[in-house]
């Protein structure tokens, strides 16, 4: 299996990295600061903290940052109330703008805000449009995984049994929403039992290699 497990005490289980909780409106997110050390989940509560994730790092790499901006999107149409298209969409505009000026040089999260707007904008209520932004949230973070998981397909024939590979900073699960880009030949090599050696190349003032990608690594044993 290529998705990413995390073992926490005795207990190992998948987590994506950006996920969304449509019960409390939040999106939750593996705070990347604390990693190694701690592990631990957080859920934003509106969509300002959603974009303040972004911004300060809790959250990063392309693949995640687009999707938290995306569910971000969705959070924020979701906490609106009233049934006044014009309102909500001088209010939508807000979200949006709050969210794209929290990365404003990355591609990702852009093409994500974009692409969830394109998608609501085919309701013809608030509610339906709320709803429609949630899913187009969705399918954007499931599109992120299997484009991974093809890097994976079509990768798996560089990682030869007993490999050396060298890696930069973090292309891995934690920089997407699961499995990873230049990682993601790796887990699939390990799926088809060959065993090989990674070096985790460091990049500054972050550490990424370090903190990241060989924590990332290891979980999977």
Do not use: K
């Not at 019960?23 to 974009?51: G, K, M, S, W």
């Not at 938290?68 to 109330?81: K, P, S, V, Y």
């Not at 009233?82 to 209010?91: D, E, K, N, Q, T």
């Not at 990674?198 to 990608?213: I, K, M, N």
Request: proline content about 4%; overall charge positive; charged content about 20%.
């Amino acid at each position: 299996d290529p998705r990413m497990n995390v073992t926490i005490g005795h207990r190992t289980r998948h987590y994506r990295t950006v996920d969304f909780d449509p019960r409390r409106n939040r999106v939750r997110l593996i705070e990347q600061r604390l990693l190694p050390h701690r592990f631990r989940v957080i859920a934003t509560p509106d969509y300002r903290a959603t974009a303040a994730a972004i911004r300060d790092m809790a959250v990063r790499g392309a693949g995640a940052i687009g999707a938290t901006a995306a569910f971000g999107l969705a959070q924020g149409a979701r906490a609106f109330r009233g049934v006044s298209l014009a309102r909500f969409s001088a209010h939508v505009a807000t979200v949006c703008e709050t969210l794209r000026t929290a990365r404003p040089t990355a591609v990702d999260p852009a093409n994500a805000i974009d692409e969830v707007r394109r998608r609501m904008t085919l309701g013809a209520t608030v509610r339906q449009q709320q709803d429609l932004a949630l899913e187009a949230a969705q399918a954007f973070a499931d599109a992120d995984v299997q484009q991974c998981e093809a890097i994976g397909r079509h990768g798996l024939g560089l990682i030869r049994e007993g490999a050396r590979v060298l890696t930069h900073c973090n292309a891995g699960w934690l920089a997407f929403v699961d499995v990873g880009s230049a990682t993601a030949p790796f887990y699939a090599a390990q799926a088809a039992g060959r065993t090989f050696h990674v070096f985790c190349d460091e990049t500054r003032p972050r550490c990424q290699g370090a903190s990241l990608t060989a924590w990332e690594l290891s979980q999977q044993g």
